[in-house]
């Protein structure tokens, strides 16, 4: 594995700043440690969205993360969104932004859902060729991040820890590690979940996203609402373990509770990642203590009918760019 030409720092634990919380966060100042934006929220000329984004900024780190920049789309990104998102980038000085390992649209449509991408020796070359461009060009380390998928494509020639790691390494991007979506995807395909952990280039993840989900029985849809599960935790604490301190960030998108919630989960978040780092320092120190992640399984068993099923509604993309509804200040 080769090593990343940049370094990114540990900001410690965030969560996603959403508009029910605007008013908390900006006349509060809530002990949270970052907080990550969407940016399509906020590519407009000024406003309300600009203006609550500049209040955080006076108290916050901020990290940007993106969901309609189409990287594995059948054109290539388009140039004017790049520009703005570029002038986002020098107001907000994010340490780094991402966007998905996915496609999102063709010919100027956007779908607003992050689709799922065939992973070939064609596509991973697709996406080193614009993740090298697009980083270059936005001048702040880039990431891609694994998503949650509900399909598979034959044409596939490796699997999904593969294509991610090929595409990382050779563009000389980050990987921004959605924990959560490794666990519904292992859910949805029948993979195992420590599999995935342990084979992605650990030194280039840049951040880990944690996140509550709908299990419908049969197959889990990433909701985004919800607390983070269990086994979620787990890989974590796997994943912390084997990546070291890494910023961590709780993603809650849908029926978003009152800030506090968020906080708690924080803190749980903070305990978890301080085991993990734990017991990173004990196995540098003896390669034969115990590991959270090293000898692991984990192939979750889809259920016929799920006790979970009730509370998801047909609906649009778990992250919502271009999100036009703002609360007052
Ligand atoms: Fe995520």
């Not at 009152?258 to 990173?280: C, K, T």
């Amino acid at each position: 594995m080769s090593r990343p030409s940049w370094t990114v720092p540990d900001l410690g634990v965030g969560v996603g700043l959403r508009v029910p919380h605007y008013r908390t966060v900006i006349e509060e100042r809530p002990a949270i440690d970052f907080f990550e934006v969407i940016s399509e929220n906020f590519m407009v000329d000024g406003g309300k969205p600009l203006y609550h984004l500049d209040r955080v900024l006076e108290s916050y780190p901020v990290i940007q993360h993106g969901v309609s920049l189409n990287i594995g789309g059948p054109e290539p990104p388009n140039q004017a969104y790049l520009q703005r998102l570029k002038h986002l980038v020098r107001r907000v000085r994010p340490a780094w932004l991402s966007d998905h390992f996915c496609w999102t649209g063709t010919s100027g449509n956007n779908v607003h859902d992050l689709l799922p991408l065939p992973y070939t020796r064609q596509v991973v070359d697709l996406l080193v060729e614009r993740a090298k461009r697009i980083q270059d060009y936005l001048e702040v380390p880039f990431a891609l991040e694994n998503t949650s998928s509900y399909m598979a494509y034959s044409s596939s020639e490796m699997s999904e820890w593969q294509f991610v790691s090929e595409v990382c390494e050779r563009a000389d991007i980050g990987l921004m590690f959605d924990v959560n979506n490794v666990y519904v995807s292992a859910y949805n395909h029948g993979f195992d979940a420590y599999e995935f952990i342990r084979n992605v280039p650990h030194e280039r993840v840049v951040q880990i996203h944690l996140a509550g989900h709908t299990n419908l029985g049969k197959y889990i849809i990433d909701t985004h609402n919800g607390n983070v599960i269990e086994p979620v935790w787990d890989l974590y604490r796997g994943a912390i373990e084997l990546c070291g301190p890494v910023s961590t960030l709780i993603e809650w998108d849908d029926e978003i509770p009152e800030f506090a919630v968020l906080q708690a989960l924080a803190e749980r978040a903070r305990g978890v990642r301080n085991q993990g780092l734990e017991r990173r320092a004990a196995r540098q120190a003896d390669p034969r203590a115990p590991s959270f992640a090293l000898g692991q399984s984990l192939i979750p068993t889809p259920v016929e009918a799920s006790t979970h099923a009730a509370g998801w509604q047909q609906g649009g993309p778990r992250e919502h760019g271009a999100a036009a509804i703002e609360a007052a200040p």
